[in-house]
């Protein structure tokens, strides 16, 4: 009893200990915030998912008068597939070349007009290709990778290394910013859209 008395009262014991804590607690630190920003961008990219599934059911050219349907078919879809909606909100008014803008805690998304191919900018009265992207609010945070979901092609994502695309202001992308540099290569897993970025390509999606 003694002995035992004189370990809890010896500072050495307590040193050990607090040492002990506090290798937990750094190596629990990097897992726990590992798996935040996974869930947080994973919530992200199924939000933008969801918003390219409404814009392909549109079968014509979105004018703004059709963007509160197009905004109800969208909370439809993603609800149906159980993505977190909880902190989402409409920006009003849109940013600028945008036909919607929506943002959550964490994570901006746009619906836009991707600009065409200035080698083949279409036929008159075609209906346009549109695409979603979706990037951190802040560069600071938990949210890291920007998704990028076309209509007319493979979605893809990057790690944001190169742009650092962050909130609503002059470091947010532009529409068609992740667009292939050339049509070519379409197998290849990844690629440098026009803004440098180097993009990879989803396999599922």
């Known amino acids: 009893m003694r002995f035992r008395r004189a370990a809890l009262t010896n500072p050495a014991t307590w040193y050990l200990t607090f040492g002990?804590?506090?290798?937990?607690?750094?190596?629990?630190?990097?897992?726990?915030?590992?798996?935040?920003t996974t869930r947080i961008e994973s919530r992200g990219?199924?939000?933008?998912?969801?918003l390219i599934a409404a814009v392909r059911q549109w079968p014509d050219?979105?004018?703004?008068a059709d963007v509160p349907v197009l905004l109800a078919r969208f909370y439809a879809l993603a609800e149906r597939d159980g993505?977190?909606?909880?902190d989402l909100e409409v920006v009003e008014p849109p940013w600028s070349g945008t036909l919607l803008s929506l943002q959550n805690k964490h994570y901006l998304f746009q619906v836009?007009?991707?600009?065409?191919?200035?080698?083949?900018?279409?036929?008159?009265g075609s209906v346009p290709a549109y695409e979603v992207m979706a990037w951190p609010r802040r560069r600071s945070g938990p949210a890291h990778s920007v998704f990028f979901h076309p209509a007319n092609a493979l979605a893809a994502y990057t790690r944001n290394l190169a742009q650092g695309y962050d909130g609503a202001g002059r470091d947010r992308p532009q529409p068609g910013a992740a667009q292939r540099r050339q049509a070519l290569w379409e197998w290849t897993k990844s690629y440098y859209g026009q803004d440098d970025?180097?993009?990879?390509?989803?396999n599922d999606r």
């Open 20 to 36: 002990l804590v506090a290798l937990a607690g750094s190596m629990w630190a990097p897992y726990a915030t590992a798996l935040r």
């Open 61 to 64: 050219v979105i004018a703004p």
């Open 197 to 202: 970025e180097r993009w990879i390509v989803h």
């Open 112 to 124: 836009a007009e991707s600009p065409p191919p200035v080698d083949d900018p279409g036929t008159p």
């Open 45 to 50: 990219d199924e939000i933008a998912s969801a």
């Open 83 to 86: 993505a977190f909606l909880g």
